[in-house]
């Protein structure tokens, strides 16, 4: 699977978007992108995924260069509640398992 | 209820004992995954199960470790002879669908496992 680069931390105002960046200049054409989010002391949920259309869903948005090097999970009104680590995982469809390195550390600040 | 579940939620163990960690997929969910996460680290692979069959064991630190399924729903992770080093948080997920589709894994709330 393609490695990630992540920044290790980012802040966010309150109320405002908040652009989580993702480096994957070595996935491959088969490899989707999945973003998950761990708040302390809970397991990792799922927030978004694609291949290499953008996608919005309740939670995000998630923004993927035509050349899929790279992507952005939009989280388009940050709150408190948004504060927590982000993974970004790419990982092509025929394996099964997640490596998720260290993640962003976001935090939204009122 | 609706989610994974874990359990228990904190184990403390002494050293050299053994250990049973349980995990409650979602229900129908195909594929369930174990992963071990170490204080201030993103969640490591362990093993993977399809059904029944464990098809990826290839994450497992040691023979310590020993995870089964055997009727293709409720998973035990078991190690024997606890180390300090497995002190981490150990998480479960499970996915609807068999592992080599593209199907988003959703992941319990994890047991917490301390090594006195």
């Known amino acids: 699977d393609a490695k990630t680069t992540q920044p290790p931390s980012m802040d966010c105002a309150e109320g405002r978007a908040a652009n989580l960046p993702c480096n994957h200049s070595?996935?491959?054409?088969?490899?989707?992108v999945y973003w998950y989010r761990q708040i302390h002391s809970q397991g990792p949920q799922y927030i978004i995924h694609?291949?290499?259309n953008n996608e919005t869903n309740e939670m995000a948005s998630l923004i993927i260069t035509e050349d899929r090097k790279s992507s952005t999970l939009i989280l388009p009104h940050a709150t408190l509640r948004d504060t927590a680590v982000y993974y970004c995982i790419v990982r092509a469809a025929l394996f099964n398992k997640f490596y998720f390195g260290s993640g962003t550390k976001l935090n939204v600040k009122p | 209820g609706a989610g994974v579940s874990q359990s228990p939620r904190y184990k403390v163990a002494k050293r050299g004992q053994d250990v049973a960690l349980r995990c409650d997929p979602i229900s129908g969910h195909v594929s369930l995954f174990w992963y071990q996460q170490a204080l201030g680290q993103g969640p490591e692979f362990l093993t993977y199960f399809q059904n029944e069959a464990q098809l990826d064991k290839s994450g497992l630190p040691s023979d310590r470790f020993f995870a089964e399924r055997p009727e293709g729903s409720v998973s035990t992770l078991k190690i024997q002879r606890t180390q300090q080093e497995d002190s981490a948080v150990y998480l479960c997920?499970?996915?609807?669908?068999?592992?080599?589709?593209?199907?988003?894994?959703?992941f319990g709330d994890g047991t917490r496992l301390s090594i006195l």
């Open positions: 694609g291949l290499k």
């Open positions: 070595t996935i491959s054409g088969n490899e989707y």
């Open positions: 997920a499970s996915s609807l669908a068999p592992g080599y589709s593209n199907q988003p894994q959703h």
